[in-house]
């Protein structure tokens, strides 16, 4: 069964600094990872996404993220934080060719000016 | 092109009414899901559906009906209301394993 854990449900960072967020997954297959952005009182939108090829995926926004099979995870970086980057990151995996997707529980970020 | 749309916005029931939240998706997309979001556990499957007249459950599927008699619209039913089910609900349709999801629904059951 597949399973994501996000280390840290909360973080912050100052403006201009390094984002990171971990992504750490389970899965019996290989997987698809995702990871999308929560707004306040919005839906999700996706920020990038790997299925196959290039482990290293750039997504909108600036960030990007790496698949890392060996550590199982699959972290979002950006090298700058803007203000606009505050809100709620969800990490994802599903099946390879399957469109079920497991949520981790979130990573709220706060970017302090 | 309106994407994924969701109604009512805001709901409150009491406990033991019914009501059937509205998803509608105008790309065409064969497959689409429903999940709840709840502080601090992330988002839940619900029930999905990969085309019309084909349903099955996901992950947290007690308390919830949901049928597929077109490609467009996805209803989710609650049957019986219960506070446990207060939650977001999104709904989402995919292509290409990308998911788009909706605005949500704001659901409270006191």
């Known amino acids: 069964a597949q399973s994501v854990t996000q280390l840290g449900s909360h973080v912050s960072v100052s403006e201009g600094a390094l984002v990171l967020l971990r992504c750490n997954y389970s899965s019996s297959v290989p997987p698809y990872l995702f990871w999308y952005v929560q707004y306040p009182n919005q839906g999700l939108q996706l920020l990038l996404k790997?299925?196959?090829?290039?482990?290293l995926v750039k997504g909108i926004n600036g960030f990007e993220a790496e698949f890392k099979k060996s550590e199982t995870s699959f972290h979002l970086t950006k090298p700058s934080a803007h203000m606009s980057d505050a809100a709620e990151y969800f990490c994802a995996v599903s099946d390879a060719g399957a469109n079920n997707l497991f949520f981790g529980t979130g990573t709220r970020l706060t970017v302090i000016p | 092109n309106a994407g994924v749309t969701q109604t009512p916005k805001f709901q409150v029931l009491k406990t033991g009414q019914s009501m059937t939240l509205q998803c509608a998706q105008d790309m065409n997309h064969e497959y689409m899901s429903w999940y709840r979001q709840d502080p601090g556990m992330g988002l839940r499957l619900i029930h999905y559906s990969v085309g019309a007249g084909i349903t099955d459950q996901g992950e947290v599927p007690n308390g919830y009906n949901v049928s597929r008699s077109t490609t467009e619209d996805f209803p989710l039913r609650l049957l019986s209301a219960a506070p446990s089910q207060t939650s977001v609900y999104f709904c989402?349709?995919?292509?290409?394993?990308?998911?788009?999801f909706g605005p949500g629904t704001r659901l409270t059951v006191t």
């Open positions: 989402a349709s995919s292509h290409h394993y990308e998911q788009y």
């Open positions: 790997y299925t196959t090829g290039a482990t």
